[in-house]
């Protein structure tokens, strides 16, 4: 169903909202051969949007700069989410992941105290699970997800040591293991524990940090050891760091730094 619907998207609709990310990314004015520029669209068909976007008020333009920027009638899309709880507006996110992949994700707060807790749970209708108590807590270093943790604060070896050394495995990689999955983890974003917090399960995770870099939410798909091939579990993973992304622009309202030069 998720897929057809993917198979339908409107192209028209598709560069509109590729525009309104570039100008909500950039917070300036824009020219829109800029824009044509960064969005890969020609300037024709950049233009043409522009002027539509502009006529509803979403994107507004100045005509004596000839540029345009992000315009107030978003607003009346984003008021009602406004006050609204973070934990409600990531759900329908982790409830499309959970059946569409066909797991269990469990979402994790990340607290300032070295810990993460399980504040909530999706689970893809009749498949058998494993099952962990809302509220539980675990060492933020733990399994899949303290792989991310140490690599989105891109810890130092040392801290990263004593961070593993204090979770209670059932199973323990070994922490030169652990250390390549945090060094691969800031390269990809997410990481794997192949039954070493828990024997017998499978996690995958990623986490989202918020506007100033530090991780504040915790996503980890858990299954049971045999339940999914590898492709599957690679599927899940690009799930979770898309969702990541979303929600640290979304809710976080992080933005990616520029790249060095």
């Given amino acids: ?7 339908k998207s409107v192209p028209a609709v598709q560069n509109a909202v590729t525009i ?3 100008l909500a990314a950039r917070g300036a004015p824009m020219g829109a051969t800029q824009i044509a520029r960064e969005t890969e669209l020609n300037v024709s068909s950049a233009f043409n949007i522009l002027r539509t976007l502009s006529a509803e008020g979403l994107v507004s333009f100045d005509p004596e700069e000839k540029s345009y920027r992000i315009g107030m009638g978003l607003m009346e899309f984003a008021a009602p989410i406004l006050g609204a709880n973070p934990a409600d507006l990531i759900r329908p996110l982790m409830n499309e992941i959970a059946e569409r992949q066909q797991v269990m994700i469990a979402l994790w707060q990340i607290t300032e105290t070295g810990r993460i807790v399980l504040i909530d749970r999706f689970t893809a209708p009749r498949i058998v699970q494993a099952v962990i108590s809302r509220n539980s807590r675990l060492p933020v270093f733990a399994g899949a997800i303290g792989r991310c ?9 040392e801290a990263v040591r004593d961070g593993y050394d204090g979770v209670r495995w059932q199973d323990a990689p070994g922490f030169e293991a652990y250390w390549r999955d945090v060094e ?5 974003g997410t990481a794997f524990d192949h039954g070493n917090l828990f024997r017998g399960l499978e996690i995958v995770a990623a986490v989202a940090r918020d506007a100033t870099g530090t991780p504040r939410i915790g996503m980890s798909s858990i299954t049971i050891t045999g339940q999914h091939a590898r492709a599957d579990l690679d599927a899940v993973a690009a799930s979770l760091v898309d969702a990541a992304g979303q929600i ?7 933005r990616e730094r520029a790249p060095k030069t």
């Fill in 1 to 7: 169903m998720h897929d057809m619907q993917r198979q």
């Fill in 20 to 22: 309104l990310r570039v």
């Fill in 149 to 157: 943790y140490a690599a989105a604060l891109d810890l130092g070896r």
């Fill in 184 to 188: 691969r983890a800031k390269e990809t």
């Fill in 248 to 254: 640290e622009r979304n809710i976080f309202g992080r």
